[in-house]
């Protein structure tokens, strides 16, 4: 039976699935299949299968898990990506980028963090509770146009 990783990427799976191990942190199948896509999508399955070929067994799943976090980064805020944003105190839109990713929503850069750096230049971050509103806003609008 293929893992929820290897079925939304249409690939082959077996007994020594690579994937598999990288995605059982995430709690359903559902969430497991978007992170999959995504990070897929974002650095191409080859790539994505490259990099965690690369690395021992034991750190497949934070390597994916660091993947998930620096694709949704580079996304919402591409100029300085996921570094950037826990570098000035943004770290909390990352994760509820992530969360969104893995409730099945689409994310766009977010144009606060473009136009006023997200903390660069003594801009106020967003609080945690913009951040969560921002990517629930994202996936209302992603569900509302898929209707």
């Keep these: 039976m293929s893992c929820n990783g290897c079925r939304v990427l249409r690939k082959g799976c077996s007994e020594n699935c690579i994937l598999r191990p ?3 942190w995430i709690e359903t199948a559902d969430a497991q299949g978007h992170a999959t896509v995504f990070v897929a999508k974002f650095f191409g399955r080859a790539g994505l299968m490259s ?3 690369a690395v021992p067994d034991s750190q497949r799943p934070a390597l994916f898990q660091s993947l998930l976090y620096e694709a949704c980064g580079r996304t919402v805020n ?3 990506g996921a570094i950037g944003m826990l570098w000035t105190g943004n770290w909390n ?3 509820a980028a992530v ?3 893995l409730r099945g ?3 766009r850069p977010i144009p ?3 136009t006023h750096g997200g903390g660069f230049a003594g801009f106020p971050s967003p609080t945690s509770e ?3 509103e921002i990517c629930t806003e994202m996936l209302n609008l992603q569900q509302n146009d898929s209707t």
């Design 78 to 80: 591409p100029v300085n």
């Design 99 to 101: 969360e969104t990713v």
């Design 93 to 95: 839109i990352c994760q």
């Design 112 to 114: 606060e963090l473009l």
């Design 22 to 24: 990288c995605i059982q």
């Design 51 to 53: 990099f965690i070929s």
């Design 130 to 132: 913009e951040a969560s």
């Design 105 to 107: 929503g689409s994310l």
